[in-house]
């Protein structure tokens, strides 16, 4: 055994080195294989335990035996919203699968894994590939996406998936369909790759319509990513293609980063315009819906040439239908409202999220007054209208007795 470790040693494959400037080359393979072997190289952490979970799960479900040679180090993985395990980080273990002895090593300074067997026909090789394609514990979860603290790369985190139905988010209804069918739709029936761009003032349901894009998505068997910060899209577009795709990506606030390059030059823009070019060149599926609050701050290669996105749905302030219907929502389908609610909402520019504070408000005074939040509906009113500008026209203006 110690042979078979001193010569898996000499013949394991380092992989590139990263550099401050250069994290990984594109034209360096990120899977390098040889005659009866194959290493994986990681250059994010996120990567690298990925790959290392999914391997060591697959030898502990398909080998016929395992021995562990070295444990240098073990570390955690979350594989599940709350749920972590132990994953080997460092060190070498020996398995049989089908007959052949195989050995994995686990090398955290230099940023591979590798198996290895002196037999030429080694089929471990593609089964432990396709399981990290295919099986690895990030797919059909719902994932945050953020970059890493640690070392270059992304970070990527399983979240608790949305449960707002489409149906309790009030929008247009033929907004409700388009959306539903340039995403989840796409991903199930329609070749390549999709964009769309949701955009209008806050408050309105952007945020609440990727949720239930989310969900649907998710419920579909799909993933899902929702991106927070400023992060590498070089590495986004490594991580979805070789992990995740088909799968639906969330971008919102783009125009902190895709804003007119004729006004805000910025590097990071090129990144971004590189990453939703490739759309049309993956082999798996990818949609993106992005949210901004201000589609006429984006440059004119986002928001107004197909390919990159080719929908535009604009989420505006409720009409007085969508204002009743959100009323209800918040305070129940049977309420008996003050007359003009719906007329003063309307004139204060009140969105969903105005009203959903109402309610937060009407229940403070509700408690405290010993009341319900109906009879403490203009109080709150006042309160909401007090507190945001949009509302100024109507404070202070009471309802119809």
Avoid at 316 to 340: M, R
Wanted: aromatic share 10%; net charge negative; with cysteine.
């Amino acid at each position: 055994m110690q042979e078979l470790k001193s010569k898996f040693m000499k013949s394991s494959v380092r992989g590139p080195r990263r550099t401050k400037d250069n994290p990984f080359t594109k034209d360096s393979s990120h899977e390098q294989p040889t005659k009866s072997g194959h290493t994986w190289t990681c250059p994010s952490s996120g990567e690298y335990g990925l790959i290392g979970y999914t391997i060591q799960q697959w030898i502990q479900t398909h080998a016929e035996s395992t021995l562990k040679i070295q444990e240098n180090h073990w570390a955690e993985i979350t594989v599940a919203p709350g749920h972590c395990e132990n994953y080997l980080r460092d060190g070498l273990i020996t398995f049989v699968y089908q007959g052949v002895l195989y050995a994995y090593f686990a090398n955290w300074s230099e940023d591979f894994h590798r198996v290895f067997s002196d037999n030429s026909d080694a089929p471990a090789i593609d089964a432990i590939k396709h399981s990290i394609r295919w099986e690895n514990p990030y797919r059909r979860q719902h994932l945050q996406i953020m970059a890493c603290n640690q070392r270059s790369g992304l970070e990527m985190e399983p979240r608790k998936a949305p449960d707002t139905a489409f149906e309790s988010v009030i929008i247009d209804d033929g907004i409700r369909q388009e959306l539903r069918d340039n995403t989840v739709f796409h991903l199930q029936e329609i070749p390549g790759d999709n964009g769309i761009i949701l955009h209008g003032p806050p408050g309105t349901g952007k945020s609440l319509s990727c949720q239930a894009i989310i969900k649907e998505t998710i419920e579909a068997g799909y993933s899902t990513c929702y991106v927070v910060g400023r992060i590498d899209f070089d590495f986004l577009d490594r991580m979805l293609e070789r992990y995740l795709a088909p799968c639906l990506v969330i971008l919102e606030d783009i125009d902190t980063y895709a804003q007119d390059r004729q006004s805000n030059p910025h590097a990071y823009f090129s990144d971004f315009l590189q990453f939703m070019s490739g759309l049309s060149e993956r082999e798996e599926k990818i949609v993106v819906i992005a949210t901004t609050n201000h589609i006429d701050y984006l440059d004119d290669a986002i928001a107004r040439r197909p390919v990159r996105f080719n929908r535009r749905f604009h989420i505006d302030l409720p009409d007085e239908i969508q204002l009743q219907a959100l009323l209800q929502h918040y305070f129940g389908a049977n309420s008996t409202l003050p007359d003009d609610a719906v007329r003063l909402c309307r004139k204060a520019k009140f969105t969903g999220s105005h009203i959903a504070e109402i309610r937060r408000t009407s229940e403070i005074f509700a408690i405290k007054q010993k009341q319900t939040p109906i009879q403490c509906f203009q109080q709150a009113f006042d309160i909401v209208s007090t507190q945001f500008a949009n509302a100024s026209e109507a404070h202070c203006v009471g309802f119809a007795s």
